[in-house]
Nanobody
Framework: EVQLVESGGASVQAGGSLTPSCTPSGHTYNSNCMGWFRQAPGKLREGVATIYTGGGSTYYADSVKGRYTISQDSAKNTLYLQMNSLKPEDAAMYYC???????????????????????WGQGTQVTVS
């Protein structure tokens, strides 16, 4: 069974930076989208940033545009999320996902991932104080 393994979450001060990463434990067959999603206590999971792994197109939630950058290292088979100028409201569990198609749509409609029988990681905690 394929697993997505996130790492790099930490506790930082407001204004600081973090770069969590995500690595699949196996081949995510037929997946051409990957992305980061987050969930704060008492809130719904929301889209943060996604990338079309075939061409590199990226998509962002309005709340993180200009501060976050999603990228992939194909050689290392690793997904990254560079997070700058962190705010207390960015604190959440950050999840990585991989799925097929509708890379942009997943920002607003996470259901496309489950509809595509995509993969989710277990999350990495980001705390901002």
């Amino acid at each position: 069974e394929v697993q997505l393994v996130e790492s790099g979450g930490a506790s930082v001060q407001a204004g600081g930076s973090l770069t969590p990463s995500c690595t699949p434990s196996g081949h995510t067959y037929n997946s051409n989208c990957m992305g980061w999603f987050r969930q704060a206590p008492g809130k719904l999971r929301e889209g943060v940033a996604t990338i079309y792994t075939g061409g590199g197109s990226t998509y962002y939630a309005d709340s993180v545009k200009g501060r976050y950058t999603i990228s992939q290292d194909s050689a290392k088979n690793t997904l990254y999320l560079q997070m700058n100028s962190l705010k207390p409201e960015d604190a959440a569990m950050y999840y990585c996902a991989a799925w097929h198609d509708k890379c942009a749509a997943a920002i607003q409609a996470l259901g496309v991932i489950d509809d595509a029988e995509g993969y989710w990681g277990q999350g990495t905690q980001v705390t901002v104080s």
